[in-house]
């Protein structure tokens, strides 16, 4: 029968202990994989919190552009609320309510105002499809929340767009100048809250390319892999 005959069982004892360490070897890389994974979902979880924070604080704040050393009465506005000194000395007396329609300044700012608050809806509609994380696939979840923050990310860039168009409005031309009109600051500045928008754009974006990417990369909890190595082990 020959040497190697006798030697048959030895070599698949080896082998049966090298397919069952690096099937072990797998699964460790594989459960570390997966806590990276979900690591990286919590703090995508985290910064859509934020995001949809700071997208009210953009919405609720009269301070998109502002006066500066040059104007001759001092004020700033928002997309439905502004302010302006009485008198020099006194204080700012704020006008707009964006419940009343009629508040706003024109139909920029109304605009201004429906893109922005559409998009804290979308980020309102992440942040509850949370829950479906229960109730389906992870993937499918990723993949709904990708498509609403991209969508919020639109409409934010389209409200920072239209935005300047109102700046004609005289009371805007009041404190920024005669000379500021449609895409024309005049003597004004911009001020934190526009610039805040314009980063929330890019954050809305990034969310929405990273939501893709962990769903495109989410590892079933045990690969098919661990069964077809165990069937070897088997046999």
């Keep these: 029968l020959g040497f190697g005959y006798f030697c048959q069982p030895e070599k698949a004892a080896i082998m049966k202990n090298e397919i069952e360490f690096n099937t072990e070897l797998t699964k460790c890389r594989h459960r570390d994989y997966l ?44 997309i439905w609320e502004y302010c302006e000194e009485a008198s020099v000395g006194d204080d700012f007396v704020c006008s707009g309510d964006f419940l009343q329609w009629g508040s706003f300044l024109n139909n920029y700012f109304r605009a201004t105002a ?20 229960c109730l389906i696939n992870t993937v499918t979840v990723l993949r709904i929340c990708a498509w609403f923050q991209l969508l919020s990310g639109v409409l934010m860039m389209v409200s920072c767009i239209i935005y300047p168009g109102g ?19 005049g003597i004004c500045e911009m001020r934190w809250a526009y610039a805040l928008a314009i980063v929330l754009v890019f954050d809305a974006f990034i969310l929405s390319i990273l939501a893709f990417v962990l769903a495109a990369k989410q590892a079933n909890l045990l690969p098919e892999v661990y069964n077809t190595e165990k069937e070897a082990i088997k046999d």
């Design 35 to 78: 806590w990276k994974s979900r690591a990286v979902v919590v703090m995508w979880a985290i910064f859509s919190c934020l995001f949809l924070i700071l997208n009210i604080v953009v919405f609720a704040q009269p301070q998109w552009i502002g006066d500066t050393g040059d104007s001759a009465v001092a004020g700033f506005f928002g």
């Design 114 to 133: 429906i893109m922005v608050g559409l998009s804290s809806i979308m980020f309102i509609l992440v942040i509850l499809c949370f829950l479906l994380f």
């Design 167 to 185: 700046w004609d409005h005289t009371s805007i031309q009041t404190v920024c100048g005669s000379q500021s009109g449609q895409y024309d600051i």
